[in-house]
């Protein structure tokens, strides 16, 4: 293994995590991934359809030394690659991983029914199977169509004569918590696919970076809404629990309106959202009270309550000690009845 400190990086490569979701970002988003949040294992991801040519132009100076390189020649251009990234301290290393512990995810995956809505069809999705021993998934920064059936001949010809062309993979590691991101595919989507074609082990070439992911979610936002279907990202976002205290709503006019948004057409209200709330609610600042004002407001405006015997559902906490702690769902079917709850919950 070999380290490295970046100390005057680019910042045009990197991946935003925030222990919750992902993000693969060179210049522009090009991969995302989060938990499904629906009680299971399940995990969602997204894939741009940006044109590659921007993405090729960063790795092609590493092209031919990771096809055809030793591995002390592949190491040295790693080192220099890295100069593209943000500054932090970076490991890098080489190994052979069998196929049947891969799960390379390529494009979307998931064969929905003509009576799943448009809103709930995710463009990718899949259960890890933590119980194997080295498992990996690995996320795509391209899209399968980009994928160029003679570059994959090409490579398999390369196999077959002895070469070992070598893939790049990135993730980041919290310092703070021990959770690693998503593994990200950064080059040789080709090569991946003619080994899977010849049925061989893959050598991989691994980037990690090792930060504290602190206050990461804001950057994380505003790159993956590029991406993401728009249902995604309200997923995505709504999801992200306490990370979302971490946002600074008040001057960001970007999350305020995707605030506004939740606030006027979700049927659920949920406990992020209203920790959100709560949060303003306690602040002493007039700019902040005006904030949330101008939010509520917004909530009032949720067409849930339009047309007799129709409403939103909401969350307060219950007198008893006992559970103080705990949230208990609750319909609201009017104005009256919001504006009271407001007043018991966020107020």
């Not at 498992?135 to 059936?149: A, G, M, R, V």
């Not at 959202?273 to 407001?297: A, G």
Request: hydrophobic content about 35%; overall charge negative; some cysteine.
């Amino acid at each position: 293994m070999t380290e490295i400190e970046i100390s005057n990086g680019q910042n045009i490569i990197d991946i935003f995590f925030d222990d919750f979701a992902s993000c693969l970002v060179i210049k522009k988003a090009l991969a995302v991934n989060w938990p499904d949040c629906g009680g299971s294992i399940g995990e969602y991801y997204s894939i741009s359809d940006f044109s590659i040519n921007e993405r090729n132009f960063y790795t092609k100076n590493i092209n031919t030394v990771l096809a055809v390189g030793s591995d002390l020649e592949q190491i040295e251009a790693i080192k220099e690659f890295l100069n593209l990234f943000s500054n932090g301290k970076y490991s890098i290393n080489k190994g052979n991983s069998s196929i049947e512990n891969l799960n390379f995810l390529s494009s979307q995956n998931v064969i929905y029914s003509e009576s799943v809505p448009e809103d709930e069809r995710f463009s990718g999705a899949f259960f890890p199977p933590y119980w194997k021993n080295d498992y990996e998934p690995c996320l795509f920064s391209i899209t399968n169509d980009k994928i160029n059936p003679n570059q994959v001949d090409y490579y398999c010809q390369l196999i077959k004569e002895g070469k070992r062309p070598t893939v790049l993979t990135f993730l980041v590691y919290n310092n703070l918590t021990s959770n690693y991101s998503c593994s990200y595919v950064l080059d040789g989507h080709h090569k991946i696919q003619a080994y899977l074609k010849l049925n061989e082990s893959i050598p991989i070439l691994n980037i990690l970076k090792s930060e504290d992911c602190i206050n990461k979610t804001a950057s994380l936002l505003k790159y993956t809404k590029a991406i993401l279907k728009d249902f995604e990202y309200k997923h995505l976002f709504i999801n992200n629990d306490e990370n979302l205290l971490t946002l600074d709503f008040v001057n960001n006019i970007q999350f305020s309106s995707d605030l506004d948004d939740i606030l006027k057409n979700a049927s659920s209200i949920d406990t992020s959202i209203i920790y959100i709330l709560k949060k303003y609610s306690n602040s002493l600042n007039r700019v902040d009270i005006d904030w949330l004002e101008l939010r509520l407001n917004s909530l009032r405006k949720n067409k849930n309550f339009e047309g007799f015997g129709k409403g939103i559902w909401v969350y307060e906490k219950h007198k008893d000690k006992k559970y103080e702690n705990a949230w208990f769902q609750k319909g609201i079917f009017n104005l009256t009845e919001l504006d009271d709850w407001i007043r018991k919950t966020i107020k």
